[in-house]
Every structure is written in structure tokens, then in C-alpha cells.
């Protein structure tokens, strides 16, 4: 079994910073990649920003330049930097690992970024 667990987010004003982490731990096997979406108030969950196991990396339209998704030292270990928040940044963020055993979400975590 596979546990992810996050952590980072909270009430932020435009132009600030924050810092996700994500940890997945258990039976993680390999060749997978680690994902961070995002669900506004009202609207469907959405792909921001995800790392492959080979270290190459997507991000959405709306995030690039922006954040950074990079990968800890820890094993399994993935963070999502993200600099000159905007109000429509707003909503849960959540972490998806993808393996050999399926997907696996985070509980998710808040963040608020007030104008």
C-alpha cells in the first residue's frame, strides 16, 4: 500500500510565496511520476504542475514561470515551490502519485490568497 502525505499551504496575500511537500511512502516500487493538482471553489480538479521518475516536468499554462516542481533527496520525497501567488491560485491543492500499484491522492491542503 502506498500513503501520501502533504503538507504546506495557507492564507497568503498576491505576490507572496509559498512551499508544498509531498511524501509518498510504502510500497512504491518504481517508474512512477508525482503530480500536484489543484480544485478551485466550484470547479474541476486540474493538473498544476507533475515530475516524471526520469526528472522531466509539465506544468500548466496558467503556473509557468511561476512555480517549480522539483524532487527532495528523500525518496519519494517531491515539492511544489510556487512565487507570485495570485487570488486565482486560490482553491485545494492536492498530491497524486501514480505507480506501479495505481493512484494514490493526498488528503490535500488549503490555500487562500487574498488580493
Known amino acids: 500500500q502506498v500513503q501520501v502525505v502533504e503538507s504546506g499551504g495557507g492564507l497568503v496575500q498576491a505576490g507572496d510565496s509559498l512551499r508544498h511537500s509531498c511524501v509518498a511512502s510504502?510500497?512504491?516500487?518504481?517508474?512512477?511520476?508525482i503530480g500536484w493538482f489543484r480544485q478551485a471553489p466550484g470547479k474541476q480538479r486540474e493538473l498544476a504542475a507533475l515530475?516524471?521518475?526520469?526528472?522531466?516536468?509539465h506544468y500548466a499554462d496558467s503556473v509557468k514561470g511561476r512555480f517549480t516542481i522539483s524532487r527532495g533527496n528523500a525518496k519519494h520525497t517531491v515539492y511544489l515551490q510556487m512565487h507570485n501567488l495570485k487570488p486565482e491560485d486560490t482553491g485545494v491543492y492536492y498530491c497524486?502519485?501514480?505507480?506501479?500499484?495505481?493512484?494514490?491522492w493526498g488528503q490535500g491542503t488549503q490555500v487562500t490568497v487574498s488580493s
Open positions: 497524486e502519485f501514480v505507480g506501479p500499484v495505481g493512484t494514490v
Open positions: 515530475i516524471n521518475c526520469d526528472g522531466s516536468t
Open positions: 510504502g510500497r512504491t516500487g518504481s517508474g512512477h511520476h
